[in-house]
């Protein structure tokens, strides 16, 4: 059974930063892994994903280009979203997901966790 929960969510001002996690259980080193976020009323929001084997990582808005750093251990199995100068449109849940090599989507998806900016 595939189970993602993220943790490290919560109050940042502007300007500071917080660190995501998310341990995974149930999948396998194969499986790219990613970040995604909704804010109230718009739609989910790709935001950084890695390869397996790590050497890839592509981020989605340019708004976080510079700002988000996206790491996974897989020893851990834990993958990672560093937020550094956080602003208040970064507010928002933030989920992980995992991407089945097979199925070539993200089929498996966290609970989200809250981050909330403050001016």
């Known amino acids: 059974q595939v189970q993602l929960v993220e943790s490290g969510g919560g109050l940042a001002q502007a300007g500071g930063s917080l660190g995501l996690s998310c341990a995974a259980s149930?999948?396998?080193?194969?499986?790219?892994l990613a970040w995604f976020r909704q804010a109230p009323g718009t739609e989910r929001e790709f935001v950084a994903s890695?390869?397996?084997?790590?050497?890839?990582?592509?981020y989605g808005a340019s708004s976080v280009k510079g700002r988000f750093t996206i790491s996974r251990d897989d020893a851990k199995k834990t993958v990672f979203l560093q937020m550094n100068n956080l602003e208040p449109e970064d507010t928002a849940v933030y989920f992980c997901?995992?991407?089945?090599?097979?199925?070539?989507?993200?089929?498996?998806w966290g609970q989200g966790i809250q981050v909330t900016v403050s001016s």
């Open positions: 890695i390869s397996a084997n790590g050497n890839v990582k592509t």
């Open positions: 997901a995992a991407e089945d090599p097979r199925l070539r989507k993200y089929n498996y």
């Open positions: 149930g999948i396998y080193s194969t499986y790219r």
